[in-house]
């Protein structure tokens, strides 16, 4: 399940996608408001996409943020990913976090190649979406 500040992160950058006009950035208050996201839990959601070089921004009274990339560049993998941490559902089948499990021998364990199949199938299909393929045009 992905958490909120995930699926407000997409929310925001396909609102940035639709919005940006003239390399005019998209202003912070207007996202919050068409979007109903909180400014305050927004602006950390922001600077955590421009931390990770998927966002620029620009201060002032002209300010507020740009996609870095094209939006056809951006997967919903990688947003997910940066906002939420590992896809997979559980740590031994992760391509980027991996970790062992506690209490299992991943040799012998019953779930891992069932749960190696989700993994697959979901990243099939969230590396074939991007913020692009969610925008208006």
């Known amino acids: 399940m992905i958490s909120n500040k995930c699926k407000y992160a997409i929310r925001a950058l396909v609102h940035i996608a639709n919005n940006e006009q003239d390399d005019k ?9 068409e979007q109903q996201i909180p400014r305050k839990f927004l602006e950390i959601i922001l600077r955590e996409l421009r931390n990770n ?4 921004s620009k201060r002032g009274k002209d300010g507020g943020f740009r996609l870095l990339r094209a939006a056809e560049d951006i997967s919903l ?14 740590p031994c089948v992760s391509l980027n976090y991996y970790r062992k499990c506690d209490e299992c021998e991943e040799e012998s364990c019953e779930i891992k190649a069932v749960f190696e199949q989700v993994r697959d199938r979901t990243l099939d299909i969230l590396n074939g979406q991007t913020i692009k393929s969610l925008t208006l045009s």
Do not use: K, N, Y
């Not at 950035?25 to 408001?33: C, E, G, K, L, Y």
């Not at 940066?82 to 559980?90: H, Q, R």
């Open 25 to 33: 950035p998209v202003m912070t208050s207007d996202i919050a408001h």
């Open 77 to 90: 993998t990688e947003v997910m990913r940066i906002i939420d941490g590992p896809i997979a559902m559980l």
């Open 53 to 56: 070089c998927i966002l620029e």
